[in-house]
C-alpha cells in the first residue's frame, strides 16, 4: 500500500512520524478498507491550507463498499443506497436555507475551500470505528493547529469530533458544535442548529464569499 501525502500538507510530522505504522497495519488488516486507497486523502487534496476557509470535522469514512470516497459525509453519485447521515445534513440544509439538495457527493463543497475532514481516514468493512485507534487522530490534531493560524469556521458534529476542539488555537474562529447528523443523535440537536447560514453569516461579516451550499 502507497499512501501519498497531500504535498500542501505534507510538513506536518504526522506522514514522517505516524503514517509508516498506519500502513504496515492497514497492510496486516484482512478484511476490505474504505474508502479505495487513492481517495484516503482526498480531502486533505482538494483544500491546501491556504484554500482552506471551513472545516466540517466527521467522524470515520461509511463501512459499506462504495460509499467512502475520502470527503467526510460524502457519497458518490448514484450509489442508490441509504443517505442516513448525509440525508439528515440534505434536510437540515433545506430547512435552514430553503434549498433541496439531490447531488449526493460534496466535491462541490471541497472545491469552494469546505476541509470534509474524518477523525479517522479509514475504515474496515463493517466496523464503524473499526481504525480509530490506528493514530489517525495525530493527523486531525495537526491539522486544526495548523488552520488555527488565521479566522476560519470549524464544524463540529457529535462528541467524537468535539474532543478535538481544544487543538483550535485563538479566539477569532468560528466553532459550531451540535449533536452528530446520524440517525441515532440527529433529534438531541443537529436538526434546528442552521450551521449552514451561520457559516455563510460569519463569512459575509468577514467580507469572505459565502458557500454555495447546493450545486445548480
Known sequence: MALTPPKAWAHLPFFTETLPGIVTRL???TRPVYPPEQQVFQALEMCPPDDTKVVILGQDPYHTSGKADGLAFSIPDGFGGRLDSLGNIFKELEDDLGVGRTQTGLSDW???????LNTALTVPEGTAKGHAKLGWDRLTKEVLTALSDRPRAFVLWGGPAQKFARHIQGSDHLILTSAHPSPLSVYRGFFGSRPFSKVNDW???RGETEIDWTPQ
Open 203 to 205: 463569512l459575509k461579516a
Open 110 to 116: 471541497a472545491a469552494q475551500g469546505v476541509l470534509l
Open 27 to 29: 497492510e496486516a488488516e
